[in-house]
């Protein structure tokens, strides 16, 4: 059995139904855009950071001094919407230096980024980027 305010809600999201009062459709929309927006937003980013990673795992390299380690090194990234690398720092160590010095020759290497989506707000953006090693 529907419940009539479940009926309602599909009626006033539905295209051709008519609201009952202005104020009431705009508190119904306005969270909704605003949640879209924001859905949206996060998936610019996601795609974004998606090609940032393609990008820095291209130019990684094995050290040939890290003698056959195996590890794990996150690095913080902050690129501004234009795709310049503002900074990298390593926010979780291997437990190999070479490696850590190799996660970032990786990313410096990858140069300038592709463009922020226009969807993104703000001038720059943080990238948390785990990069896996073994020989």
């Given at each position: 059995m529907a419940r009539p305010e479940r009926e309602k809600a599909i009626k006033a999201a539905t295209p051709d139904a008519e609201p009952s009062s202005s104020s009431v459709e705009a508190a119904s929309t306005q969270p909704q855009s605003s949640a879209a927006s924001r859905a949206g937003a996060t998936d610019a980013?996601?795609?974004?950071?998606?090609?940032?990673?393609k990008r820095v795992e291209r130019?990684?390299?094995?050290?040939?001094?890290?003698?056959?380690?195996?590890?794990?090194?996150?690095?913080?990234?902050?690129?501004?919407?234009?795709?310049?690398?503002?900074?990298?720092?390593?926010?979780?160590?291997?437990?190999n230096v070479e490696l850590d010095k190799a996660a970032l020759a990786a990313v410096r290497?990858?140069?300038?980024?592709?463009?922020?989506?226009?969807?993104l707000e703000g001038n720059r953006h943080v990238f948390s980027l785990p990069i896996r090693f073994s020989p």
């Open positions: 980013k996601a795609q974004w950071g998606a090609a940032i990673r130019r990684k390299a094995y050290p040939r001094a890290a003698q056959g380690a195996n590890g794990e090194v996150v690095v913080r990234m902050v690129i501004g919407t234009t795709g310049s690398l503002e900074s990298v720092s390593v926010t979780r160590s291997s437990g290497r990858a140069g300038r980024f592709p463009k922020a989506p226009e969807a």
